[in-house]
T-cell receptor
Framework: AQSVTQLDSQVPVFEEAPVELRCNYS??????LFWYVQYPNQGLQLLLK??????LVKGINGFEAEFNKSQTSFHLRKPSVHISDTAEYFC????????????FGQGTRLTINP | GAVVSQHPSWVICKSGTSVKIECRSL??????MFWYRQFPKQSLMLMAT?????????EQGVEKDKFLINHASLTLSTLTVTSAHPEDSSFYIC???????????FGPGTRLTVT
């Protein structure tokens, strides 16, 4: 079974500052890793995913994440945040096949202050 | 990415009535659809996995007789909340995928309020 831990429930950051949202996972098998963003009363939008290959993954809206197998981590980063990045962010894992169920972390509320 | 729609986007019903939520994949064939529920300020919890043409697989603790899932075609899955009660009020989100896709595409969600 897989599990995901997002270490910070809330992260306040000033506009144009860098941010890192932390995610650790546990699994006895290899996994696919995902970061999603959720705006209020909306569904989830995929930011980026790691399936295999290069451990540094670049996504939409200037986000990137690095897969670290030894530390079982998949932290999300952005060098300069914008007010519009204020949202809930979820890290998720699945087994490394298509159409597999996702296990989500608890979510991190990112708040950008002007 | 592919588009998944949900209908209705919000619904209010009285306690004891049933509510049906539709999830449609608009531009690809979804052999597998997932149903999640999300309580305020919480994460998504998987309720069930449905494969087209077969019975849904429910997660532990989810009442299959209360949350009826039908996946009769490659583009449509429905979730029916039977005899709804106020504790069923939640945000229900579906996602769609198939074995050839490495991710799930999420619908916009349905806000259910039971009075």
């Amino acid at each position: 079974a897989q599990s995901v831990t997002q270490l910070d429930s809330q992260v306040p950051v000033f506009e144009e500052a860098p941010v890192e949202l932390r995610c650790n996972y546990s699994s006895s098998v290899s996994v696919y890793l995902f970061w999603y963003v959720q705006y209020p009363n909306q569904g989830l939008q995929l930011l980026l995913k790691y399936l295999s290959g290069s451990t540094l993954v670049k996504g939409i809206n200037g986000f990137e994440a690095e897969f670290n197998k030894s530390q079982t981590s998949f932290h999300l980063r952005k060098p300069s945040v914008h007010i519009s990045d204020t949202a809930e962010y979820f890290c998720a894992v699945s087994r490394p096949q298509g159409a597999q169920k996702l296990v989500f972390g608890q979510g991190t509320r990112l708040t950008i202050n002007p | 990415g592919a588009v998944v729609s949900q209908h209705p986007s919000w619904v209010i019903c009285k306690s004891g009535t049933s509510v049906k939520i539709e999830c449609r994949s608009l531009d690809f064939q979804a052999t597998t659809m997932f149903w999640y529920r999300q309580f305020p300020k919480q994460s998504l919890m998987l309720m069930a996995t449905s494969n087209e043409g077969s019975k849904a697989t429910y997660e532990q603790g989810v009442e299959k007789d209360k949350f009826l899932i039908n996946h009769a075609s490659l583009t449509l899955s429905t979730l029916t909340v039977t005899s709804a009660h106020p504790e069923d009020s939640s945000f229900y989100i579906c996602s769609a995928s198939n074995s050839g896709i490495d991710e799930q595409y999420f619908g916009p969600g349905t806000r259910l309020t039971v009075t």
